[in-house]
């Protein structure tokens, strides 16, 4: 795993992402961290990020997570991201890669339900446990031989819940979409932050309702 395709991407010295240049260790100690980033770039999508070996294995999931276990949302295989990208929030000035307001949607700990979890992504079937502040319980990434856009060389997978005492209908991005860090929505970063809030406002839906309780215990702040 290497965060070599993560740095070439980016210009340190003007977005404010963590360059990561810690190396990565070699092997899972303590909790793993989980995270779901929602992000307003040239189109809405949210970054599932899974801690492991030193880095966040990175999926980008354009419809976000469902609760529901008939849904398959697909979720395209991005680079690698370092472990400190699970705490980041802000606005990705224009003209740099990613360009737009990012949000810690979600975040907690994650467990594989496999003991390899290496050979469960090269088997293509990567089962897990989430315990985070919105989404819990048993999930599967599936990597599928079709769908792949045309234009992008980026593995597909499917995000799928499994069914359990977490899983339900509706739309959870929809009922719950603000910050677990800030309780903030994408707008309201752009304008605290200095981004575009009418490019930001798009990915917010009609905002109500209380702040989501605080994040679990076991996941680390930086």
Do not use: C
């Not at 961290?33 to 492991?52: F, G, N």
């Not at 737009?100 to 907690?108: A, E, F, H, M, S």
């Not at 050979?119 to 502040?133: H, M, P, Q, S, V």
Request: net charge positive; glycine share 10%.
């Amino acid at each position: 795993m290497s965060l070599r395709e993560y740095r070439g991407k980016r210009r340190f010295d003007v977005t404010p992402e963590p360059a990561g240049r810690r190396a990565p260790r070699a092997g899972p100690a303590g909790p793993l961290r989980y995270a779901v980033q929602k992000h307003q770039a040239r189109q809405l999508h949210y970054d599932l990020r899974l801690e492991w070996n030193g880095v966040l294995l990175s999926w980008a999931v354009p419809k976000g997570p469902s609760l529901d276990p008939s849904v398959k949302r697909l979720a395209m295989r991005v680079e690698d991201h370092p472990i400190d990208y699970a705490d980041f929030e802000g606005v990705i000035p224009e003209g740099e890669y990613g360009a737009g307001t990012v949000i810690v949607w979600d975040r907690g700990t994650w467990i594989p339900e496999d003991e390899d979890v290496d050979a469960a992504l090269r088997r293509g079937e990567l089962k897990f446990t989430l315990n985070g502040t919105k989404l819990k319980g048993s999930w599967v990434l599936v990597r599928t031989r079709s769908g792949y856009p045309a234009s992008s060389r980026r593995e597909a997978w499917l995000l799928i819940k499994h069914r359990d005492a977490h899983a339900a209908d509706g739309e959870i991005t929809a009922s719950m979409p603000r910050s677990v860090i800030s309780d903030g929505t994408l707008a309201e970063i752009a304008q605290a932050e200095g981004g575009t809030v009418k490019k930001a406002a798009p990915g917010d839906p009609s905002v109500r309702g209380r702040r989501p309780p605080p994040a679990v215990s076991g996941a680390r702040s930086r």
